[in-house]
T-cell receptor, first 112, second 118 residues
């Protein structure tokens, strides 16, 4: 079955710097890759997603890139702010039944 | 748009009792709902998938008689933890996807329910 590996597990950056989180997946049939932000005690919030027919997608300070050949995708946050501090999860799905397989999560800390 | 609610947000119960958690899609019809469990500092673990009007599909290792799921309408799914024990204490989160959304494969998550079994 699908397996998603996420790195790093923790990431600390200075406010204004960029943050990059990387994920790899094992199932070549996966075609949908969302990223979620989870604040303490809350449910995950979708921040951006990408489908396999595109290589990059951007939404203001957030961008996601996808390399289907290498089976990895990355989240890029520019001009980080303290409110970006949270746990970020990547996920992958092949749309069969809609199941999402999640990475292990990255705890991002943005220091003012 | 795409709002999912859960009730209650937290519940404390005695060992041996049953607890019901509701998950509602507020502004779209949820053809599929998912239930996850999350332990502290860990990722989300899928427990089961439920499609409206049909029986839930449980992941390997999840006891269907202990975690009863009912997806009776296009806006409501319930998870009942029967005969709860302290090891069932966890953060339970639902998600939904379905009609009325721009893209039907996107999952939107509820705020979660913190269950503590004494």
């Amino acid at each position: 079955g699908e397996n998603v590996e996420q790195h790093p597990s923790t990431l600390s950056v200075q406010e204004g710097d960029s943050a990059v989180i990387k994920c790899t997946y094992s199932d070549s049939a996966s075609n949908y890759f969302p990223w979620y932000k989870q604040e303490l005690g809350k449910g995950p919030q979708l921040i951006i997603d990408i489908r396999s027919n595109v290589g990059e997608k951007k939404d203001q300070r957030i961008a996601v890139t996808l390399n289907k050949t290498a089976k990895h995708f990355s989240l890029h946050i520019t001009e980080t702010q303290p409110e970006d501090s949270a746990v970020y999860f990547c996920a992958a799905s092949n749309n069969q039944g809609g199941k999402l397989i999640f990475g292990q999560g990255t705890e991002l800390s943005v220091k003012p | 748009g795409a709002v999912v609610s859960q009730h209650p947000s937290r519940v404390i119960c005695k060992s041996g009792t049953s607890v019901k958690i509701e998950c509602r899609s507020l502004d779209f019809q949820a053809t599929t709902m998912f239930w996850y469990r999350q332990f502290p500092k860990q990722s989300l673990m899928l427990m089961a998938t439920s499609n409206e009007g049909s029986k839930a599909t449980y992941e390997q290792g999840v006891e269907k008689d202990k975690f009863l799921i009912n997806h009776a309408s296009l806006t409501l799914s319930t998870l009942t933890v029967t005969s709860a024990h302290p090891e069932d204490s966890s953060f339970y989160i639902c998600s939904a996807r379905g009609r009325g959304l721009h893209l039907t494969d996107t999952q939107y998550f509820g705020p979660g329910t913190r269950l503590t079994v004494l």
